[in-house]
């Protein structure tokens, strides 16, 4: 049976690495543990360069249990379709008639799910819209805009063309347009285009009243077989996700303006035990029963968020230990913690501590589903 909560959970998370705070641990805890005054931005190491300790023990743990207990996005996951040899249909021994075992366990949301039915890839999964680019000499930079509304809420996400961080630039083509918007609603560095936009940050969008990110209830990719289109897949359950809609410069009746054409949200989803296709999310498992791929080879894709969101008190142990030692052996370490008296030495400290956190992290190791 998988835990599903404890009472000594971490149940206060408020991330933000420039002041310090984690998802796994925060600088003041650090501090506690290594019995000096907490971190400032007048301290040698500042709160946020332990911050950036912290960045980097998070990924270290994740990398080493082969999980997280913080949501990361997983995209564009290949992986070869296995069947069941001889359990040809689905019937009462076996339900299903082949399998993926995902790269990542605790999947907390599959965001897109695609096989290929031998012509085309096929989205059997959450709710979608698609952004076409027609002709990008008619986009008109601080005009053309692309509207995704939320279901009832009244909060509207304005993805304007232009050349800031907060827009998606319209100016060398229909494809660089397209991985604009891709970074735009996803809200990432947009690495592809960089070169020629010259960009040196991440894109960022709020809604009308500033308060939500966009990435928060969407994500973006590029259809592989055009690539002047791009999907838009809501974050909502897909029932939810169908009643988003998309338009054209703020009019919701607008659906093809200035080079630019949009598609309204389908439900692509029919999940279920009895349905298409179930998962068991703690072990990452994808069963297909109705809709499945015509062929064996890397014709199932996947993208999804895992991490169960909840972190356990040991997790954040073990990361406040890892990140004390990262001070402890680090140049700057003697201004804040000294050696005296009967003290043990600060390379016994930092012994102990890391000694201590690896039995943590070889303990919460996932093991390997076997699936016959």
Known sequence: MAQYKSPSDTTVINANYSTGNGYYTTSSKVAELLQIPNFTANTTPMHSEVGEFIKRIEDFIDSKTKTSWRRLLYQDEHHNFTTGIGHYPAGRWRDYLGFVQLDRHSISKMIRLDIWEGTQWTNICGAEASVTMNDYTSMVSGTTTINLRLPNSGLVFNLLAGTTNSRFDTTYGNKTAARELVSLINEKYPSQTAALTGATQAKGQTDSTGAKQVSDFFYACLDSENSNKVLISSLLP??????????????????????IEVSAFTDKEDSGRKEEWWKIGREGRIFFRDKYPYI???????????????????????ATKLVACEILRSDDATVLITESGNQISVKEKYDILRTEAMEIINGKQEGVFLIE
């Open 238 to 259: 897909s029932d939810d996700g169908a009643n988003c809609t998309i338009y054209m410069n703020g009019n919701a009746a607008t659906t093809s303006v200035q080079g």
């Open 296 to 318: 064996h080879l890397n014709s199932v894709r996947a993208t999804y968020f895992a991490g169960s969101g909840t972190v356990p008190a040991v997790i954040t142990d073990a």
